[in-house]
């Protein structure tokens, strides 16, 4: 029989220990639920907390401590994000009697400690991932899931960040974001259908692309690497998408669009809408291989702060009650509104899928992925 001693801790024990060792009062870790809405705690003491409205949601939301006085002790609260790399994990809630500065450093050591053991528990506890749904996925979704990358990546320098819905019913759309000491790798993508042969052409291409991408491939190879896992494998499936390099020292950005939307270009508060307008070649799959027209590999040189949406038609096809599209024009206006005032651009893709599914008058008649990324260089 395993020494109970020896087993591994579930996290809310090891949460505690550290807690204990670091001297700090008491603790608990709020999760971001698969949607973003509420903070989800690793403990039935205490309820869940909206992100959108209560004090812990809003240092989700900017990443910023936040100190105020405690609701259920004597003392303060202080409300920290856990943070792995730049994804948004959730949020800490320290108590102390008092918060001097000796024990906001213990308890921003103990936030860092958490974040990444959270972001290795939960590659393999089920427990994680029951407590942060609210219902149900169907399984094509479940399929995609498991092949998504953070929802956000980068560093000091770019990120990166997207966002996919509807969570628990996707079909066939999904994105892939990566980087190295000098590119960033993204992609959307979108298979035909809205079934379990959709999520399985998803996944197939998203894996021949990385296999491709990991043996240092160039952009055209990665495309081609598709074109032949599909034809394979899927030869009834095609799939649309764009991929993409961005150079990180120089700002070049390279890209191939195989049948899918233009992505847009926001410089200086402004949409470019033609700047990467392009006449698109066929998707990825069978469909390429019987027509003789090469795919192009497009190139446009990026200005620091320059902002690249890339997307679904799911988006920009949301309908009103009254049979209205949602639009690029609308799109891309709550985007520089965002940008504008400040957001977080996680933040902001958040708020986003968030105002086209709340919305009394839209609804989402396909799945609707956005993948957001901005290049900011050091100053020369």
């Keep these: 029989m395993a020494d109970p001693e020896n087993a591994t801790l579930d996290l809310p024990t090891a949460a505690a220990r550290c807690t204990k060792a670091l001297g700090l009062?008491?603790?608990?870790?709020?999760?971001?639920?698969?949607?973003?809405?509420?903070?989800?705690?690793?403990?039935?003491?205490?309820?869940?907390l909206l992100i959108d409205n209560s004090l812990?949601?809003?240092?989700?939301?900017?990443?910023?401590?936040?100190?105020?006085?405690?609701?259920?002790?004597?003392?303060?609260?202080?409300?920290?994000?856990?943070?792995d790399g730049a994804e948004r994990l959730g949020v800490l809630a320290v108590d102390s009697p008092a918060l001097t500065p000796d024990v906001l450093r213990r308890a921003r050591a103990l936030a860092t400690l958490l974040a990444m053991m959270i972001t290795s528990a939960r590659a393999y506890q089920d427990s994680f991932v029951r407590r942060l749904r609210t219902r149900p996925m169907r399984l094509p979704a479940e399929m995609l899931r498991a092949f998504l990358p953070p929802r956000t990546i980068g560093t000091s320098?770019?990120?990166s960040t997207?966002?996919?819905?509807?969570?628990?019913?996707?079909?066939?759309?999904?994105?892939?974001?990566?980087?190295?000491?000098?590119?960033?790798?993204?992609?959307?993508?979108?298979?035909?259908?809205?079934?379990?042969?959709?999520?399985?052409?998803?996944?197939?291409?998203?894996?021949?692309?990385?296999?491709?991408?990991?043996?240092?491939?160039?952009?055209?190879?990665?495309?081609?690497?598709?074109?032949?896992?599909?034809?394979?494998?899927?030869?009834?499936?095609?799939?649309?998408?764009?991929?993409?390099?961005?150079?990180?020292?120089?700002?070049?950005?390279?890209?191939?669009?195989?049948?899918?939307p233009t992505p847009l270009l926001i410089r200086d508060r402004r949409p470019l809408v033609d700047a990467m307008r392009r006449e698109a070649s066929p998707p990825m799959g069978m469909p390429s291989l019987l027509t003789e027209r090469r795919r192009e590999t497009h190139e446009i040189v990026l200005k620091p702060g320059d902002r690249v949406l890339m997307y679904t038609d799911g988006v920009t096809e949301a309908r009103a009650v009254d049979g209205a599209e949602f639009g690029l024009e609308q799109f891309a206006e709550y985007i520089i509104g965002a940008t504008a005032a400040g957001e977080l651009p996680s933040e902001t893709l958040r708020r986003l899928i968030h105002s086209i599914l709340d919305s009394p008058t839209s609804r989402l008649r396909d799945d609707a992925t956005i993948l957001m990324f901005e290049w900011s260089p050091p100053s020369r």
Aim: aromatic share 6%; with cysteine.
């Design 25 to 48: 009062q008491s603790s608990v870790v709020y999760l971001s639920d698969i949607q973003q809405r509420r903070l989800v705690p690793l403990t039935d003491v205490v309820p869940p």
């Design 56 to 83: 812990a949601g809003w240092t989700y939301r900017t990443q910023s401590l936040r100190v105020a006085v405690s609701e259920e002790k004597v003392g303060m609260t202080a409300w920290l994000p856990l943070v």
């Design 162 to 260: 997207a966002v996919l819905e509807p969570a628990y019913e996707l079909g066939g759309d999904a994105f892939d974001h990566s980087l190295t000491e000098t590119t960033l790798h993204v992609a959307v993508l979108d298979a035909m259908g809205h079934n379990l042969a959709s999520g399985l052409t998803t996944a197939v291409s998203l894996a021949a692309c990385r296999n491709a991408r990991r043996t240092g491939a160039d952009l055209p190879e990665l495309v081609e690497s598709v074109d032949d896992a599909l034809s394979q494998w899927l030869p009834d499936q095609f799939c649309t998408g764009v991929l993409a390099q961005l150079d990180l020292a120089s700002g070049m950005l390279r890209w191939v669009n195989c049948g899918h």
């Design 157 to 159: 320098h770019v990120v």
